[in-house]
């Protein structure tokens, strides 16, 4: 079982850069495939990125180019770089891990943290 804890959101104006993070407790993090997910306002929660235990990665088409999502097994930490960031950005931004496998869809995770508010103005 993991615990995951998300920090760094915060209000950015559009073109800004945050750094999120999703610290996790217990056993063999490096194991865990990781992701991020967000969900705007009277929106569904969609993903954003994942990694997987050997750090290979994929991106929504909407973030590719601008998020980089990186991990530190050593502190078993998951991080998300976002740049030029755009209104449409504004989340709540959950990161989520499983065992099992990876993939685009929420129902493929188990882990989730209590999400970090990222909201970008105009």
């Known amino acids: 079982q993991v615990q995951l804890v998300e920090s760094g959101g915060g209000l950015v104006q559009a073109g800004g850069s945050l750094r999120l993070s999703c610290a996790a407790s217990?056993?063999?993090?490096?194991?865990?495939?990781m992701a991020w997910f967000r969900q705007g306002p009277g929106k569904e929660r969609e993903f954003v990125a994942v990694?997987?235990?050997?750090?290979?990665?994929a991106y929504a088409d909407s973030v590719k180019g601008r998020f980089t999502i990186s991990r530190d097994n050593t502190k078993n930490t998951m991080y998300l770089q976002m740049n030029s960031l755009k209104p449409d950005d504004t989340a709540v931004y959950y990161c989520a891990a499983d065992l099992r496998g990876y993939g685009i869809s929420r129902t493929l995770y188990k882990y989730w943290g209590q999400g970090t508010q990222v909201t970008v103005s105009s």
């Open positions: 990694i997987t235990w050997s750090s290979s990665t």
């Open positions: 217990g056993r063999a993090f490096s194991s865990y495939y």
